[in-house]
């Protein structure tokens, strides 16, 4: 088999470049010892790309598993994010995207932001992200911590209470602690709001 095999994926169809390892008369897992693989929209835009030193694809459940992934997610032609994991599963004809173990996701900003967590999720018929499990938000002006957050399209972190935030002063040093309900960290506008319960006590932090 070789090294380095390269594999590109049209929705709904995808080809596999690599020999298979038949396991019984129906079921057989393809093992990949470097994958390359883009994904495309019907309309032909690529969506995401994946990288994993070490995969395997299950032609019954239609399934990738997929070792040490990196996983670049675009905006038409620019990256907007990269993800990465100890391992994740590719599912749903391609859509139904779940990693786990020391997830990582950063932007690709002067400053850059970094959100990690224990799982991520990600459905691609939606635009939000699923993270849950030891959520940790960090750049320059922020902490952030949560058990559970959603990234949308327009940018914004939305960070499940309990909220522990912590401002960093002119030096990258911790400033103050403060605990909250929700929160909700806007990437482009480098601002955090908190709302309450009730509605009736909210605020907004620009850095």
Known sequence: MSKNNRLIIFLPLFMLGCA??????N???QKIDSLDMSIFSKSGDKIYSITSPNSSYDNIELKFELKKPIINILNG??????ISSEESTLSDNNKLLKMKGNVKL???KKNEDFLNADNFFWNIKNTNYLLE???RFENQNIIL?????????????EFFKPVKYIIKDENNENKYEINSEN???NLDTESVSFEAKDKRVKSIIYF
């Open 20 to 25: 298979p390892n038949v396991i019984d008369e």
């Open 27 to 29: 079921k057989v897992i």
């Open 77 to 82: 032609k620019e990256t907007k994010y990269i």
């Open 106 to 108: 950063k932007t690709l």
């Open 133 to 135: 499990g030891n959520i």
């Open 145 to 157: 911590n949560s058990g559970k957050a959603i990234l949308g399209s327009d940018n914004i972190i």
């Open 183 to 185: 929160a909700f960290y």
